[in-house]
T-cell receptor, first 112, second 114 residues
Framework: GESVGLHLPTLSVQEGDNSIINCAYSNSASDYFIWYKQESGKGPQFIIDIRSNMDKRQGQRVTVLLNKTVKHLSLQIAATQPGDSAVYFCALFGGGSYIPTFGRGTSLIVHP | NAGVTQTPKFQVLKTGQSMTLQCAQDMNHEYMSWYRQDPGMGLRLIHYSVGAGITDQGEVPNGYNVSRSTTEDFPLRLLSAAPSQTSVYFC?????????????FGPGTRLTVL
C-alpha cells in the first residue's frame, strides 16, 4: 500500500536560516503533492502544491522540489521566521485516486 | 467569507451515544471532505463529496455516515460512538472537484468518547 514517511520528526533552526523538510513516498503513480502547515490547535493550512509533471515550484519564501526518480518531496523555507514554527506535513494523491495519503508531520521550531 | 466552519469545537460522548458534527462552507466549493487526526498518525480521509447529493467513502469510513443535501453543508454522523473514535475531526473544502487542489480546512472538533 501507500506509505508516506518523514526523515525528521523535529527540525530546529535559527531565525533567518533556510529550512528543508523532507518527505518520501512509495507509490510511483502519485500525481499530485501538497505541503500543509498546521499550527497548534488549528486546522491545516495549504502552503504549496506540485503536480507530477513538474520538478520544482516556487511560492513566497517556499519552494517545493519533486524527485520522482527516488520518490522524494521536499519543502524549502527561505529566511525562516518564528511565525513559521508549526508542524509541516506532506500529502499526496495516487494516480486516479481521490483519497490522499498524509505524512505524520515534522515539527519545525524556529529560535529567535 | 467565513470559510469553513465547524461545530462544536469540543464534545465528550459516552460509548453508544450518537451525534452529528456540523460543517459548512460559504465559498461555493463542490468538494468537501472529513478527516480525522490521531496522535502520531497522518490525517485520514473518512468520507468525501464531489457535489450535492454525491458522497463516497474514504480510507476509514466505518462508524460514520455523511450526507450532502446542499453545496454548503456536509454533516458527519456518528451513529454509536466508540472510544476508538476519540480524535480531532477536520472538515475541508476545495474548489477543485476532485479534491486535487488547495483544500481549506475548518478549525476542527475535538471529540472524546468515554
Amino acid at each position: 500500500g501507500e506509505s508516506v514517511g518523514l526523515h525528521l520528526p523535529t527540525l530546529s533552526v535559527q531565525e533567518g536560516d533556510n529550512s528543508i523538510i523532507n518527505c518520501a513516498y512509495s507509490n510511483s503513480a502519485s500525481d499530485y503533492f501538497i505541503w500543509y502547515k498546521q499550527e497548534s490547535g488549528k486546522g491545516p493550512q495549504f502552503i504549496i502544491d506540485i503536480r507530477s509533471n513538474m520538478d520544482k515550484r516556487q511560492g513566497q519564501r517556499v519552494t517545493v522540489l519533486l524527485n520522482k526518480t527516488v520518490k522524494h518531496l521536499s519543502l524549502q523555507i527561505a529566511a525562516t521566521q518564528p511565525g513559521d514554527s508549526a508542524v509541516y506535513f506532506c500529502a499526496l494523491f495516487g494516480g486516479g485516486s481521490y483519497i490522499p495519503t498524509f505524512g505524520r508531520g515534522t515539527s519545525l521550531i524556529v529560535h529567535p | 467569507n467565513a470559510g469553513v466552519t465547524q461545530t462544536p469545537k469540543f464534545q465528550v460522548l459516552k460509548t453508544g451515544q450518537s451525534m452529528t458534527l456540523q460543517c459548512a462552507q460559504d465559498m461555493n466549493h463542490e468538494y468537501m471532505s472529513w478527516y480525522r487526526q490521531d496522535p502520531g498518525m497522518g490525517l485520514r480521509l473518512i468520507h468525501y463529496s464531489v457535489g450535492a447529493g454525491i458522497t463516497d467513502q474514504g480510507e476509514v469510513p466505518n462508524g460514520y455516515n455523511v450526507s450532502r443535501s446542499t453545496t454548503e453543508d456536509f454533516p458527519l454522523r456518528l451513529l454509536s460512538a466508540a472510544p476508538s473514535q476519540t480524535s480531532v475531526y477536520f472538515c475541508a473544502s476545495s474548489f477543485v472537484s476532485t479534491g486535487k487542489g488547495e483544500q481549506f480546512f475548518g478549525p476542527g472538533t475535538r471529540l472524546t468518547v468515554l
